[in-house]
């Protein structure tokens, strides 16, 4: 089992950036796709950028051009650099397993999330 801590989060303005780290356990990491997912009060939980094991990214829409995510397989690290935020990216962040099948198996769990809040 792979778990994740996720940690960078806070309050921010609009127009500002913030880094998320997320670090996590388990020799599996390095294998699979990761991803940032968020989830804002009353809401699902949405992926919002993807990376796969050979670095390949994706990103939905609404967060194209403004999040970066990349990962580091030594530190078994995912981050995600958010640049430009805007209120509507106000949400905890969660990192784990693009994969919901391997989720859903339980070969991940998920974490706490950070709390990003960008307000003015």
């Known amino acids: 089992q792979v778990q994740f801590a996720e940690s960078g989060g806070g309050l921010v303005q609009p127009g500002g950036s913030l880094r998320l780290s997320c670090a996590a356990s388990g020799s599996i990491f390095s294998n699979y796709a990761m991803g940032w997912y968020r989830q804002a009060p009353g809401k699902q939980r949405d992926l919002v950028a993807a990376?796969?094991?050979?670095?390949?990214?994706n990103y939905v829409d609404s967060v194209k051009g403004r999040f970066t995510i990349s990962r580091d397989n030594t530190k078994k690290m995912v981050y995600l650099q958010m640049n430009s935020l805007k209120p509507e990216d106000t949400a905890v962040y969660y990192c784990?397993?693009?994969?919901?099948?391997?989720?859903?198996?339980?070969?991940?769990?998920w974490g706490r999330g950070t709390q990003v809040t960008v307000s003015s």
């Open positions: 990376i796969s094991s050979l670095h390949n990214t």
């Open positions: 784990n397993l693009q994969d919901s099948f391997a989720r859903a198996t339980g070969l991940s769990s």
